[in-house]
């Protein structure tokens, strides 16, 4: 270390390559702290876009499971910002055909890959060709093309494809796999087809693939379709004055669809209404463990339903109690007239 002199005072200066190594050492640590802060703000900002991207995911109806498909479709296209996958069409396609390799390499079951498939379809309607009520299928020409199927046959073969051209005798469809991924076993081979219609339903039908070219195979035409699984409808606002009467519970009593008990009805009023649920607004507290029969007339029908309370939420301030009813036993005629006001008014 060498010493100088300054105004008289002595002062030791250390040598010049100790002064570098010093200032590269501070260097270091700010630039260390400094990608640290930046890792953290880029975690933070993936876990904003994730949130945004599940906020929207959920906004179109779908599941969790769902949604964890979706993710994967997202991650296997190494996009950089998700939610363009809800706009872009050619993405969500291009990143269909690298997430079905990779299901095909899991080797999963006959099962599983009907259900991942159907979950697939879904989505997929879900997102692009979203509406709130369709009319039901009466045919298989009153299809859309551009609807995504998917398909599988007895001997646990199953494939994705999208409709393109419903022709006199053929559905022509181009199916989500590199040319000859799909085998030629499959050809004249039974297969059911599922799709599913936003505001609708879920359909399938019974067919066989008679050719397949490159990535197109033709589907024998089928005279009829099979209406499955209704799709939930959103709530539609109303104002329906209604009562509320504890279920009597008797075992004995199996005959009767509708048992009344001898306790005191609760007014409320039906705020919101579906084919399967109903928002109603009491002052009374009711019981979760209990049913209940919710009396109400519409369009001039007096209609009574057996009901559970899936959930409440209280407006401490007004007194006031929403609890949202399911709908759990009632009859045809009841029904029929729920879900024709309910169509109605979407």
């Known amino acids: 270390m060498e010493i ?7 002062w030791r200066v250390a040598p010049l390559w100790e002064v570098g190594v010093t200032l590269l050492v501070i260097l270091l640590v700010i630039a260390f702290f400094a990608l640290l802060k930046y890792n953290q703000y880029l975690k933070l900002k993936k876990s904003s876009l994730e949130q945004i991207f599940i906020y929207k995911a959920r906004q179109r109806g779908l599941t969790g499971y769902q949604v964890r498909i979706l993710q994967h479709i997202v991650a296997l296209s190494k996009l950089t910002s998700p939610e363009i996958i809800f706009i872009n069409k050619a993405l969500f396609e291009i990143g269909l055909i690298k997430f079905l390799q990779y299901i095909a390499k899991l080797k999963e079951s ?7 498939f159907k979950d697939i379809v879904i989505t997929y309607e879900r997102i692009y060709n979203p509406t709130e009520y369709q009319q039901p299928l009466d045919a298989i020409d009153d299809i859309s093309t551009d609807t ?26 181009r199916y989500f796999r590199k040319p000859g991924q799909l085998p030629d076993e499959i050809v004249t081979e039974p297969v059911t087809i599922f799709f599913f219609r936003n505001g609708d339903a879920e359909y399938s039908f019974e067919s066989e693939i008679t050719s397949i070219q490159d990535n197109t195979l033709l589907l024998k035409k089928p005279e009829t379709i099979k209406r499955g699984k209704e799709v939930h409808h959103p709530f539609v606002q109303t104002l329906i004055p209604c009562s509320i009467q504890r279920k009597k519970e008797d075992k004995e009593e199996e005959e009767a669809i509708i048992q009344h008990d001898n306790n005191e009805q609760i007014n409320g009023t039906i705020e919101r209404l579906n084919e399967f649920e109903a928002v109603v607004r009491v002052e009374n507290t009711l019981q979760y463990q209990n049913e209940y029969i919710l009396f ?51």
Do not use: P, W
């Not at 006959?110 to 991942?116: M, P, R, S, V």
């Not at 998917?150 to 006199?168: D, E, H, N, P, W």
């Open 148 to 173: 995504l199927v998917c398909g599988y046959s007895q001997t646990g073969r199953a494939f994705v494809a999208k409709i393109m051209l419903i022709a006199k005798d053929a559905i022509h469809c």
């Open 296 to 346: 109400f007339t519409l369009e001039n029908f007096k209609i009574e339903i057996v009901s559970t309370i899936l959930s409440s939420r209280t407006i401490t301030k007004e007194k006031i109690i929403y609890y949202t009813f399911k709908f759990i036993n009632m009859s045809e005629a009841a029904q029929n007239v729920i879900s024709k006001y309910v169509k109605e008014r979407l």
């Open 4 to 10: 100088i002199t300054v105004f008289g005072v002595r």
């Open 110 to 116: 006959t099962e599983d890959l009907k259900d991942i």
